[in-house]
């Protein structure tokens, strides 16, 4: 409300904004005071008085604290030119910092949005009808104490679903090419079969690092898992025990003995 000497604290409040709480601190610490009292000792504020109060509100969205503001406001000899153009630099550098943020919160949900875990619809569509969720479990099962298995965890978990498309691709595409060198009689320490041998080992090394040794441990578990030798023997006859001799001479060729090989 007004009255006949000016605006009262509630008034001005609610003109500029702020509460009446916070016009009493101003009035307190001298940054912004009433000029007048009412006879029952009431803050009034003239023409004046709001007029500065604005300024207040301007400094201080503006970022400078309260005690820099009152120097602006009340001290002659204050350059107000320079420390605007100081709060203009801090200004810019803020919204720099804030534009890399947005930057980093857009990078973000992009990633999230790409690493969404494949759903069982995707990975039908990508492996086939014969994709069995169990394998998973068995898997986890088998090697999930080990640090290959959190390995293979924080790569796939920024594989998207066309990354999943690509690594099906040539996976498909290596084992025609190992079907196919097998069908040609290619033997195994041949530079042919060596360089399938590292192809095998690179397919593997998307999602754990594999070394030589490693992968004649999992060469070897193709020939005691039924399911694996189905899948090799399946495209060509023999192509599983091929597959073993293949591995364990490239390995033999790095300086590992097939014999002595271990998970390591």
Not at 5 to 13: D, K, N, R
Not at 110 to 135: H, K, V
Not at 204 to 232: G, K, N, P, W
């Amino acid at each position: 409300m007004t009255t006949g000497e000016g605006l009262t604290v509630g008034a001005v409040a609610e003109l500029v904004g702020v509460s009446v709480r916070t016009l009493h601190h101003w009035d307190r610490i001298g940054l912004a005071p009433a000029s007048g009292r009412t006879w029952s000792d009431y803050r009034v504020y003239d023409d004046d008085d709001v007029a500065r109060i604005h300024r207040v509100l301007v400094y201080r969205e503006l970022g400078f604290p309260l005690a820099e503001i009152s120097v602006l406001l009340d001290d002659p000899a204050a350059d107000e030119h320079a420390h605007l153009a100081r709060q203009r630099e801090l200004l810019l550098e803020r919204i720099s910092h804030l534009q890399e943020m947005v930057s980093a919160v857009d990078r973000l949900k992009e990633a999230i949005r790409m690493n969404t875990p494949l759903s069982p619809e995707d990975r039908a569509e990508i492996f086939g009808t014969d994709w069995n969720e169990e394998y998973q479990i068995e898997a986890e099962e088998r090697w999930g104490e080990t640090p290959q298995w959190e390995q293979s965890r924080a790569r796939t978990a920024t594989m998207s679903k066309d990354d999943w498309k690509r690594v099906k691709a040539e996976g498909d595409a290596l084992n025609a090419d190992l079907a196919a060198a097998k069908r040609a009689g290619v033997e195994p320490g041949s530079p042919e079969a060596a360089e399938l041998a590292e192809r095998h080992r690179a397919s593997i090394a998307q999602f754990y690092d594999c070394t030589h040794s490693m992968q004649v441990c999992l060469a070897r578990m193709y020939t005691q898992d039924r399911r694996f030798a189905e899948t090799y023997d399946g495209l060509e006859p023999g192509l599983t025990e091929w597959l073993v001799s293949v591995v364990e001479a490239n390995a033999l060729a790095h300086g590992v003995d097939p014999e002595s090989a271990r998970w390591a």
